[in-house]
């Protein structure tokens, strides 16, 4: 089995080796962006990738919806470090098999690997608990009603990016993107910028 592993942490990856390392006939591989995670994905074509939610530049949510664009059967897991079930339910969404914590114990992320790569769906009960209620109940986190790209945008503006940058990255007008952070402050009840980062800080975005 290949197990791509995403992420920009060395030590992660690391941990994520050494834990995959007890299978039979594995072969993990790494890419610590974006950029490269998708070149690997599809150049290696790997059972199951492992994406963390918080990459640099483009984030592991948006990763995954492009993978999955160019391949409807991709088996991805997204790793991350948050509790809110917004961020399982738009893992889902985006077409993640798979959601695991970073504070999960190990033996979760290797259970996960194993399904996701045998083509089964891995939600820790408790996760699945969480977004079944979630859902029932319309969604309780202010970011619900956020699409994925106001939700990129709020996870760069917390990660220190400019308006000048963000509108690179996404390649906007300024006055666009201006207009995009007007629409995320109405929604998310902030009066600036200094407003939205420190939301994205509370959420742990970045």
């Known amino acids: 089995m290949r197990v791509l592993i995403i992420d920009d942490h060395p030590m992660i990856v690391s941990g994520c080796r050494a834990l995959l390392s007890h299978l039979v006939d594995i072969d993990v591989i790494d890419a610590a962006d974006g950029k490269a995670g998708y070149h690997a994905y599809f150049s290696l074509q790997p059972d199951v990738a492992v994406v963390d939610i918080n990459l640099p530049t483009i984030s592991g949510l948006e990763l995954c919806r492009r993978i999955v664009v160019r391949d409807p059967d991709a088996r991805i897991i997204i790793f991350s470090m948050h509790d809110d079930p917004i961020f399982a339910a738009r893992a889902i969404d985006a077409g993640a098999k798979g959601y695991v914590s970073k504070n999960d114990d190990p033996s979760v992320f290797i259970e996960a690997v194993q399904q996701v790569a045998r083509g089964a769906v891995f939600l820790q009960a408790n996760v699945a608990r969480a977004l079944a209620f979630f859902k029932a ?64 800080l509370d959420h742990k975005l970045v």
């Open 137 to 200: 109940g319309g969604g309780s986190s202010p970011l619900t009603d956020l699409s994925r790209r106001e939700l990129e945008i709020l996870r760069l503006i917390g990660a220190g990016r400019t308006m000048a940058e963000l509108a690179g990255i996404f390649d906007l007008s300024y006055k666009t993107l201006a207009n995009s952070c007007t629409v995320l402050k109405k929604k998310l009840g902030a009066r600036n910028l200094t407003d939205l980062a420190r939301i994205a």
